[in-house]
């Protein structure tokens, strides 16, 4: 068991540095226009570019690599309740976990409260919000139906698609419209609903699957992933916003390129967990650390970002005379070092927050 999670924490720690090139990139291409000069410390000249497009590097990651990573993770942590399945009526278990996730929910609402450019967006529902809300369902729902819970999960997907998503738009436009702009509805529950069921339902079946017959889901799910391939959307990143592409992305998934997220998740876990867990060096501890404490490492970055990368890049880039803090994949590395090693430096204080009961 050890090994395997080793396996799933070093897989976690590669989506989360995915994960903050999309978000870092995205921050860089906003902001002239968002968080510039803060804190008055340049010329208000300096720096005041409303679009600042992000290099090819990080272009080229956000279309082929980031598109998966919101609901790759979210799968993982399914995968995990799925492998303690049997634990769920066990004294207390049900209670630990729905306090997890409302302890979640709120720090991850005030996160938004600090990294909100504007009013709206403090109310923004994205990922992690979503995340908490979708994990806390099922987890109640396999404690209210021990017997029938994979019927009951399984119906709620039509019901996401047909009744919630017709409505999604319009509700958005008028709560949104009411409190103010950067409001949005951003993690659609919709789209992650089923990656979360596609991530308990293939841990429940690796608890139980011998080594040959998760070996034979592997080949299956790499030839799948070929086929899907063909079907994919056809869409380019604007390198002046990002961010915009993984909406794009999925709201525009046909045909076999719905079955490619399943198969893809299925090709990394089984991948992953076949390889097992092998020492190499530094930077393998170092993803490891960061799959383990992803909640932590998640909480800072934006705020990092904001409060303290961010000004410091300005600094720089007015020193050495550039236009603007270079949006390339040179300094998302380096605010991404950065991060991480603030975040490590801050796990005592975090797991006050958070991992104390």
């Known amino acids: ?67 998966y990573v919101s609901q790759l993770y979210l799968m993982l942590a399914a995968f995990n309740l799925g492998l303690k399945s049997s634990k769920i009526h066990e004294p207390g278990v049900y209670k630990r976990q729905m306090k997890r996730y409302a302890i979640i929910f709120g720090l991850f609402s005030i996160e938004n409260i600090f990294v909100a450019s504007e009013f709206g967006a403090i109310f923004t529902f994205h990922p992690l919000l979503a995340w908490s809300v979708i994990l806390g369902t099922i987890t109640t729902i396999r404690y209210l139906f021990p ?10 997907i039509p019901i996401l698609y047909y009744v919630l998503a017709p409505m999604s738009g319009t509700l958005e436009l008028r709560v949104c419209g009411f409190i103010g702009p950067g409001c949005e509805y951003d993690a659609q529950l919709e789209y992650f609903f089923p990656s979360a069921l596609i991530g308990l339902f293939l841990g429940e079946f690796f608890s139980t699957a011998n080594k040959a017959q998760w070996s034979t889901l592997l080949v299956c799910s790499i030839i799948f992933t070929m086929v899907s391939l063909f079907w994919m ?125």
Not at 147 to 156: E, F, G, K, N, P
Not at 282 to 310: D, M, N, R
């Open 233 to 357: 959307p056809n869409h380019q990143v604007n390198p002046n916003n990002i961010l915009e592409f993984e909406h794009l992305f999925f709201q525009s998934l046909e045909g076999l390129s719905h079955t490619l997220l399943v198969n893809l998740t299925i090709v990394m876990l089984a991948a992953r967990l076949n390889i097992g867990y092998r020492c190499l060096g530094f930077a393998t501890k170092v993803l490891e650390w960061t799959g383990k404490k992803s909640l932590q490492v998640f909480l800072w970055h934006k705020v990092l970002f904001i409060y303290v990368i961010g000004p410091i890049f300005e600094i720089l880039a007015f020193n050495l005379g550039v236009a603007a803090i270079p949006n390339n994949i040179m300094t998302v590395l380096a605010a991404i070092t950065i991060s991480t090693g603030v975040s490590f430096c801050l796990e005592k204080p975090t797991n006050m927050l958070y991992y104390s009961r």
């Open 147 to 156: 017997r029938w819970y994979h019927s009951v999960l399984v119906i709620m």
């Open 1 to 67: 068991m050890n090994n395997r999670l080793k396996s799933l924490d070093i897989l976690r720690g590669v989506i989360i540095l995915l994960a903050f090139v999309q978000h870092y990139g995205y921050f860089l291409n906003v902001w002239g226009s968002a968080y510039l000069n803060q804190y008055d410390l340049l010329p208000s000249s300096w720096g005041d570019i409303h679009l600042n497009p992000s290099g090819v590097v990080v272009s080229w990651m956000v279309q082929y690599l980031t598109p």
